[in-house]
C-alpha cells in the first residue's frame, strides 16, 4: 500500500539557520506529492506540491523536489524565521484516488 | 470569500452522546473528506463523499457516521459506539476527480474541530 515516512521530530532551530525535514514515499505508479502546514491550533494549508518526476514545487521560501530514484520529496527552506514553527506534513496521492496518504508530521520550532 | 467553515471550534461530548460536527464549503467542490488527527500521528480519513448522495468509509470509519444531502455539507456524527472519540477533527474538500481529468487534485482544508469528552 501507500506510506509515508517522516523525519521524526520535534526540530529545534535557530532563526536563519537552514532547515530540511526528509520525507520518503512508498507507492505503486507515480503518485503525487505534497507538503501541507499546520499552525498551532489550525488547520492545515497546502505548503506545496509537485504532480510529476523532477517537478520542483515551491512557496514562501520552501522548497521541494520529486526525486523519482529515491522515492523522495524532503522539505528545503534557506532561513527559517520565527513564524514557520509549525507541524509540517507530507502526503502523497495516486492518480484516480480520492484518499491522502499522511506522514506522522514533524514539529519545527524556531527560536530567535 | 471562498473557504471552508466547521463549527463548533470546541465540542465536548457526554458518555453515551452523540455529537454532530459540521462542514460547510462554498467552493463549488464535489469532493470532501472527514480526518481525525490524533497528537504525534498523521491524518486518517474516516469518510469521503466524491459526490452529493454517495460517500465511502475510510480507514476509521467505525463509530462514525456521515450524510451528504447538498453539494456545500458534509457533517460528520460521532456517535456513541465510538470509544475514544477524543481528537481533532478536520474535514476537507476538492474539486473531484472528473473535474481534475484524474490528476492530483488539491485538498483544502478547514480549521477543524476540537472534540473533547466530559
Known amino acids: 500500500g501507500n506510506s509515508v515516512t517522516q523525519m521524526e521530530g520535534p526540530v529545534t532551530l535557530s532563526e536563519e539557520a537552514f532547515l530540511t525535514i526528509n520525507c520518503t514515499y512508498t507507492?505503486?505508479?507515480?503518485?503525487?506529492l505534497f507538503w501541507y502546514v499546520q499552525y498551532p491550533g489550525e488547520g492545515l494549508q497546502l505548503l506545496l506540491k509537485?504532480?510529476?518526476?523532477?517537478d520542483k514545487g515551491s512557496n514562501k521560501g520552501f522548497e521541494a523536489t520529486y526525486r523519482k530514484e529515491t522515492t523522495s520529496f524532503h522539505l528545503e527552506k534557506g532561513s527559517v524565521q520565527v513564524s514557520d514553527s509549525a507541524v509540517y506534513f507530507c502526503?502523497?496521492?495516486?492518480?484516480?484516488?480520492?484518499?491522502?496518504?499522511f506522514g506522522a508530521g514533524t514539529t519545527v520550532t524556531v527560536r530567535a | 470569500d471562498g473557504g471552508i467553515t466547521q463549527s463548533p471550534k470546541y465540542l465536548f461530548r457526554k458518555e453515551g452522546q452523540n455529537v454532530t460536527l459540521s462542514c460547510e464549503q462554498n467552493?463549488?467542490?464535489?469532493?470532501m473528506y472527514w480526518y481525525r488527527q490524533d497528537p504525534g500521528q498523521g491524518l486518517r480519513l474516516i469518510y469521503y463523499?466524491?459526490?452529493?448522495?454517495?460517500?465511502q468509509k475510510g480507514d476509521i470509519a467505525e463509530g462514525y457516521s456521515v450524510s451528504r444531502e447538498k453539494k456545500e455539507s458534509f457533517p460528520l456524527t460521532v456517535t456513541s459506539a465510538q470509544k475514544n472519540p477524543t481528537a481533532f477533527y478536520l474535514c476537507?474538500?476538492?474539486?473531484?476527480?472528473?473535474?481534475?481529468?484524474?490528476?492530483?487534485?488539491?485538498?483544502?482544508f478547514g480549521p477543524g474541530t476540537r472534540l473533547l469528552v466530559l
Open positions: 476537507a474538500s476538492s474539486m473531484g476527480l472528473s473535474a481534475s481529468g484524474g490528476r492530483a487534485e488539491t485538498q483544502y
Open positions: 467552493l463549488n467542490h464535489d469532493a
Open positions: 509537485a504532480t510529476k518526476a523532477d
Open positions: 507507492a505503486t505508479g507515480y503518485p503525487s
Open positions: 463523499s466524491q459526490i452529493v448522495n454517495d460517500f
Open positions: 502526503a502523497l496521492k495516486r492518480p484516480n484516488d480520492y484518499k491522502l496518504s
